[in-house]
């Protein structure tokens, strides 16, 4: 497997934020999205480690963390993610994540090895709303997902719709994320406001604020 860095700190979103994690982020990825913060991640000359589903397990177990999350890129692209879920989920120590970009289907990898599923759904800002997979909403659960990175009003609007007609809520999680420095966040807070989206909610990347934005391996 394609390994681009393994590194420890705190997941920065989600519903475990500010919690110790393992991340495996891994090279390659479908889309070229206007706001990637990790586009270095994606290019074919990224550097690399090639690593066995059994060498990355068993890192993660000596790590003594419980949190495990699968990004990239995407995660799903690589061919050997079917193996490494099956070691990884069947740790009773571990909770798996993985972080996927709504553009791969979530089907084969929703069997008795699923992990939980961050999915993002890919705003018009972005410019690969037209590769998103609206089906994979069906497979979404109660512990995983769905986050919509909004840059514009015009995102949020998107984004309204999708909750709505899709039921999210009633589903998974639901969160709206900021691109970092291009929308206020106290703007979104009042567009959940005068829209009366319940259960929707605002999350900022903890780890850019911690950290320098543009920092690695945080």
């Not at 550097?47 to 059994?54: G, H, L, M, S």
């Not at 419980?66 to 990239?72: A, I, Y």
């Not at 799903?76 to 996927?100: C, F, G, N």
């Not at 709505?164 to 589903?171: A, V």
Request: charged share 25%; proline share 7%; hydrophobic share 35%.
């Amino acid at each position: 497997m394609k390994v681009a860095e393994t590194f420890f700190s705190i997941n920065g979103e989600g519903p475990r934020a500010g919690e110790l994690a393992v991340f495996v982020r891994f090279q390659g990825c479908n889309l070229r999205c206007s706001y990637c913060d990790t586009r270095w991640a994606n290019e074919p000359d990224c550097p690399t480690e090639d690593r066995t589903p059994e060498e990355i397990t068993r890192q993660i177990l000596d790590s003594g963390i419980r949190n495990v999350t699968l990004t990239g890129g995407e995660p799903l692209l690589q061919p050997d993610m079917p193996r490494l879920l099956a070691l990884l989920t069947r740790q009773p120590s571990l909770r798996v994540e993985i972080e996927t970009n709504g553009a791969v289907d979530l089907a084969p990898f929703c069997g008795p090895d699923r992990p939980v599923f961050t999915m993002d759904y890919k705003l018009p800002s972005s410019g690969c709303e037209s590769a998103m997979r609206t089906e994979n909403f069906a497979w979404l659960a109660a512990e995983d997902t769905v986050k919509f990175v909004c840059g514009s009003r015009a995102d949020l609007d998107r984004a309204a719709e999708l909750i709505q007609s899709h039921r999210l809520c009633r589903r998974c999680h639901v969160y709206l994320s900021p691109v970092f420095g291009a929308i206020a966040p106290a703007d979104m807070v009042d567009y959940l406001l005068s829209h009366r989206l319940n259960d929707v909610r605002l999350q900022l990347q903890m780890h850019k604020f911690i950290w320098d934005p543009d920092k690695r391996g945080v």
